[in-house]
Nanobody
């Protein structure tokens, strides 16, 4: 089992940037693909980005492609989500997730461990 703790959320103006971090402990970090999801108020949780165990395979939701970058540092057991050119519609609670196996996936049900979430608010 892996424990996940997100940090880095906050309030930012439209056009600004934030970097979210997800610190992992427990099973071998590099053996887990990681994902970021987000949930806006009253909405279902949606896929944002995913990265394979070695960091060489990434996928993004269309809504964030070209603005967000997912990465990981296996030596530090940490995954990141760099968010640039933020828009008010990016406002949500952002969750990181880990899954058994190194293959990334956009499917929420493919992840078995979740962090507690971090709030990102983008003002217009």
């Amino acid at each position: 089992q892996v424990q996940l703790v997100e940090s880095g959320g906050g309030l930012v103006q439209a056009g600004g940037s934030l970097r979210l971090s997800c610190a992992a402990s427990g099973r071998t970090f590099s053996s887990s693909a990681m994902g970021w999801f987000r949930q806006a108020p009253g909405m279902q949780r949606n896929f944002v980005a995913t990265i394979g165990g070695s960091g060489g395979n990434t996928q993004y939701a269309d809504a964030v492609k070209g603005r967000f970058t997912i990465s990981r540092d296996n030596a530090k057991n940490t995954a990141y989500l760099q968010m640039n050119s933020l828009k008010p519609e990016d406002t949500a609670v952002y969750y990181c997730a880990a899954r058994r196996g190194t293959a990334p996936t956009r499917i929420e049900q493919g992840y078995d461990q979740w962090g507690q979430g971090t709030q990102v608010t983008v003002s217009s």
